[in-house]
């Protein structure tokens, strides 16, 4: 293990460098990091979700979330199509990728051994309160876009 992985500035870093690495690879888009804050409970109320369990030496979950509007342009330069052409389920599979693609960086980058992510869980919907019950902090990464916000939840 490495000696500061407990680190909320550690995990912060590798949370920002895994978000900017996979947004400039996979869709082709830069996120302004607007800042973090610390949250006794994960609790996630946006329009679009991801969400990956994190086991094995650290435990936790790692959860994103955005509007329909910036999660569509990112999914749209993911896949290759406007938009307009995508359907819900192209939604559906793109907010779970888009989390599992931030946490296996994050995982990478953080260097923890011995963690696995579990498959990802995706919410799309304007009504819904998703809340996971921890004892830990969640860091909120707040990443900004001119369509909106992402947000990145992180309980370890």
Same mark, same amino acid.
């Given at each position: 293990?490495?000696?500061?992985?407990?680190?909320?500035?550690?995990?912060?870093?590798?949370?920002?460098?895994?978000?900017?690495? $996979?947004m400039?690879?996979?869709? #082709?888009?830069?996120?302004? *990091?607007?800042?973090?804050?610390?949250?006794? %409970?994960?609790? +996630? /109320?946006?329009?679009?979700?991801?969400l990956?369990?994190?086991?094995?030496?650290?435990?936790?979950?790692?959860?994103i979330?955005?509007?329909?509007?910036l999660?569509r342009?990112?999914?749209?330069?993911?896949i290759?199509?406007?938009?307009?052409?995508?359907?819900?389920?192209?939604?559906?599979?793109? $907010?779970?990728?888009?989390?599992? #693609?931030i946490?296996?960086? *994050?995982?990478?980058?953080?260097?923890?051994? %011995?963690?696995? +992510? /579990?498959?990802?869980?995706?919410?799309?919907?304007?009504?819904?309160?998703?809340?996971w019950?921890?004892?830990?902090?969640?860091?909120?990464?707040?990443?900004?876009?001119?369509?909106?916000?992402?947000?990145?939840?992180?309980?370890?």
């Amino acid at each position: 293990m490495i000696e500061n992985d407990t680190d909320p500035e550690h995990i912060a870093g590798n949370i920002r460098n895994s978000v900017g690495e $996979i947004m400039a690879t996979m869709a #082709m888009s830069e996120l302004v *990091f607007a800042g973090m804050e610390k949250r006794l %409970n994960f609790s +996630l /109320s946006d329009e679009a979700v991801g969400l990956v369990r994190l086991s094995g030496d650290r435990n936790g979950m790692l959860g994103i979330s955005t509007n329909q509007v910036l999660l569509r342009i990112i999914v749209s330069r993911i896949i290759g199509l406007t938009p307009e052409e995508l359907e819900r389920e192209d939604l559906i599979d793109g $907010i779970a990728e888009l989390a599992n #693609m931030i946490g296996g960086s *994050f995982k990478t980058k953080a260097r923890i051994p %011995n963690m696995t +992510l /579990s498959p990802p869980v995706a919410i799309l919907g304007k009504e819904y309160v998703a809340e996971w019950k921890t004892s830990k902090p969640t860091m909120v990464l707040t990443f900004q876009a001119e369509e909106g916000v992402l947000q990145v939840y992180a309980s370890l």
